[in-house]
């Protein structure tokens, strides 16, 4: 475990640190060693003092007109955001999405270590997805125990979203990143995380629809 | 086009109505028949006030004491957020994650259509997935134009993603879908929306770091 396991950080703070680590990484790539914060807040349009207060969280300083040295702060903030180390996860439910996110290599770049799959189809049971093997959900317990994974990934169908996300926190799994469209409750503790796929599609629709008036 | 087109309703609105949608799809699958705004907010958990708003958008009525008909509000709020019509987009970027989404036809049920694929890579270009085409980014213009696909959906590597959005919106691209870690600026009037599957891992591992303590 590292620095940032004693800081809760505010939500927005933690949505803007990874667009800073992929402009980094950015000039990184182009071999440049210095970036300033007035810098980063051009090239991403976020105020520059935004970005001091955003990363004086990390474990790194910046110099008086110089500013930050580039490969030290790619370095920090991925680590600093968990990118680094591993963590393990499960995917509950192997339909189309959660088979596409288990396929998804790009995934372990940014930490997440998919261990197994689980799902209640019987042609499902048994396969494997680049090499995951996919379990019954009646073995779930047993599963969960034997990889020690945190975080499970919900992709089950909409009807059953709620009773998998018990199944996964009686089991011992502590996170629940939901890409299912329902709002699931957990007891308190767990950590819940949505990705609104539906709620972007149908914001993108809203807006089209009126732009092409 | 239908009624949603000359309402741009607010994105906390859009954000809720998929889930009364997911919800209300799962009461009739049950075979239940009426569902008042009171019975919504306990299961999902959201303010019935503030439910019967966001369902004010909608051209439905609830009856006092009997409340929604659920066969009925299903289909309007499916067709409200226009995920009974179809919505052509292109995906850009046909590396992991990028194939991931073309390979996940759920995405259809919710009315988005992938048209084509575009990569830089000769390895992908010619290929198909699903029966999807992958051209060169060369072409994008002239498929963009073939296809008349207005949503552009943006995978590419964290490196080439202003360029990608440049060329998409040159093209006629008229709403983003990005899944890059980057913030990408686009001119006023394009629609932009973004995924932020790095900052959701993010708040995953710190919020998990500080339960583990």
Redesign the interface.
């Known amino acids: 475990?590292n620095e940032?396991?004693?800081?809760?950080?505010p939500?927005p703070t933690?949505?803007r640190?990874?667009?800073y680590?992929?402009?980094i990484?950015?000039l990184k790539?182009q071999g440049v060693k210095t970036v300033s914060s007035t810098r980063i807040a051009k090239a991403?349009?976020?105020d520059a003092s935004l970005i001091a207060k955003d990363l004086s969280f990390l474990n790194i300083r910046g110099k008086t007109r110089i500013g930050y040295e580039v490969a030290r702060l790619a370095e920090v903030l991925a680590d600093f955001?968990?990118?680094k180390?591993s963590?393990k996860a499960v995917v509950v439910g192997v339909?189309?999405?959660g088979?596409?996110?288990i396929?998804?290599?790009?995934?372990a770049n940014?930490?997440?270590e998919i261990v197994a799959g689980f799902d209640t189809s019987q042609e499902l049971i048994g396969t494997k997805i680049r090499g995951i093997n996919i379990y019954d959900m009646k073995d779930f317990g047993r599963i969960r125990e034997l990889t020690d994974a945190?975080?499970g990934i919900l992709t089950v169908p909409?009807?059953s979203?709620q009773d998998a996300a018990d199944t996964m926190v009686a089991s011992g799994i502590?996170?629940i990143?939901n890409f299912?469209?329902?709002?699931v409750?957990t007891s308190e503790?767990i950590?819940m995380?949505s990705?609104?796929?539906?709620?972007?599609?149908?914001?993108?629709?809203?807006?089209?629809?009126?732009?092409?008036?």
Chains 1, 2 share one sequence.
């Open positions: 475990m940032t396991n004693n800081i809760i950080l939500e933690l949505r640190l990874p667009w680590l992929a402009y990484d950015i790539n991403i349009n976020v955001l968990g990118f180390r963590h339909g189309s999405l088979a596409a996110l396929h998804d290599t790009g995934l940014y930490g997440l945190s975080i909409f009807t979203a502590k996170a990143w299912t469209p329902c709002r409750r503790g950590v995380t990705t609104s796929i539906y709620a972007h599609l149908a914001l993108i629709y809203n807006r089209l629809g009126n732009e092409m008036l």
